[in-house]
């Protein structure tokens, strides 16, 4: 247990600012990469493995969640395997009617919207939990020296669908409880935020490495809103997993890296950092350059190639990559990634010719 934190890898460093769990400070023998949504419907093994079987309860079941994690490493050589799982995977763990509805996405039987509904929200026993450290540990035990980073939705994400009860585009429904009706609002992105927590520290305690929280819609709230009524959530989240109890040979505290992303959240991303996370991940649409600025040299960054580019011819594509690798300079560390998610229809050839790119330039540049 703990053993993935305190490994050494490229990745890590990167996270730690370039620095080994040790403190000090070393040049990773390769630049490091992966993507989010790497698993899923780009690869061919992943749409064979999930025929027959939902999305949510492939989650559930530790050999198949296990499997699609590992695919992606093995196929596309990335630095780091991100869980298979969901962000909605602790409702359905503390018993609330939710699906993931193909091509649609998160749906709730029952919308949260009354302080009624929120205090009939369930309690989530951490018992709940052993199919995804039952998962982890098995993922943990194939990917060998591979760090595994878990994840899990942060109190605004998961709280906008449900209060909306299905994806939408503005959350205008989260949106007007925070301001008419606080009190509820507090009450249910505080329930969000303990859930949360909890999915995070389950993973980390069963050997993943790092943990990113994905605000993914946190662009659709304004600088104020984020700081009134969202940052303290999240900060919250972030609490469950700042002290995993334990200590390093030499007597440090175990930490994990701790990541914090969303799209268009180029005029948040100071306050990301600001809620506890050690790694800003960048979407596409902010220069890495840029976000230096706004969050500090300090800070290592993730990102943010578009992934709009990866069907673009190669030289396009190649130029695009070398321009994020020369902007994320002067960031105390940098791990590449895409600027959101892998697109179903990217061609995945494409991806495993993108990693071998970012291996091969290395640090000489
Ligand atoms: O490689 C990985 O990143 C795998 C793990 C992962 C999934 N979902 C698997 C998944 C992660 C990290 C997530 C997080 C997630 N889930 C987020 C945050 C990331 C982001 O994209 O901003 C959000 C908002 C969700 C909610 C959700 N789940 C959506 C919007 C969808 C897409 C619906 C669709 O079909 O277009 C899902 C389903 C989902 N989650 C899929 C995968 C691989 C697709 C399911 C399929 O194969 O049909």
Known sequence: LLTGLTADSALLNQYRGGRNSAGEITRPHRRPVWFMRQAGRSLPEYRALREGTTMLDSCLDPALASEITLQPVRRHDVDAAIFFSDIVIPLRLAGIDVEIQPG???????????????????????AAFAPITEAVRRTVAELGSTPLIGFAGAPFTLAAYMVEGKPSRDHLGPRTMMHADPDTWNALAAWAAEVSGRFMRAQLMAGASA???????AGSLGREDYARHVLRHSAEAFTHVKDLGGTTPEGHRVTAPLIHFGTGTGEILDLLRAAGADVVGVDYRLNLAEATRRVGAETPLQGNIDPALLPADWPVLEKHVRSIIAAGSGAAGHVLNLGHGVPPETDPEVLTRVVSLIHEIGYED
């Open 104 to 126: 649609v996405g998160p749906v709730l039987g029952h919308p949260v919207r009354t302080r009624a509904d929120v205090e009939a929200l369930p309690t989530l026993d951490d």
């Open 211 to 217: 943990a990113q929280l994905f605000d993914s819609w």
